[in-house]
């Protein structure tokens, strides 16, 4: 089996997280990234989006892409330790929050805040703070409120289990972090708790400590604005 996508994406990340709770195997490959594509690589994902997947990695013509068709696919190949909630309320909520936070949630996560700074960086130019900051404005005026209210006081936010719901959201807050806007605690407490639990599993650990590490090695000094 093969995974694709550069690390830092936080849909890779998701699916990465995923397959570390089951102990699932993979080669990875690091390079696809929409800073720049390996030849060849639209014949595996015609989206041209990442992460993508071989089952059998000798075998391009069986492709599952999207992060959330890969986590899904996980969870039957590797039921134990369910990553979505057996009771139907439930599962439906877990697949909503996931909804949430991959669409609306990351599309201005990625173009509002994490590209202004890291992709300026990557390509030679200053950070962009000023448009970031705005990003994370319009974040923290509807949709980390309504994050922030749809799991109040629970630990998790889809029944009592760490879930696919988690995984999606934890891994969009993990690319603010790593940009430089944490959560603030004193207008998202219940998010920003369930960040800290979120990276205190060892299968999240792993990915902070890699993330941080490449942003390390490519040099780059990113000023914390938040949290
Ligand atoms: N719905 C997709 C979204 C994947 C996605 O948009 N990935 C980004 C990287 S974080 C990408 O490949 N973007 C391609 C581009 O910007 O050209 C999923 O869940 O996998």
Redesign the pocket.
Known sequence: MKLF??PL????R?AVIVAREKNIEYEYDPRPS?LGWPEGFEAINPL????ALLPDASNSDYAI????A?CAYFEKLQPEPPLYPQQAEDYGRALWIEEVA?SEF?GRV?MGVFRPIFFNLASGKKADVEAASKGFGVLSEVLLPYLEAQLGDAEWFAGDIFSIADIAVMSQMMSLDLVGFGLPSDRFPSLRAHFERCIARPSVAESVAQNNQFVEKMGFKIERITG
């Open positions: 996508g550069a994406s936080p849909f890779v998701k929409p041209k989006r990442i992460p892409n999207d992060s959330s890969i991959d990351a990625g």
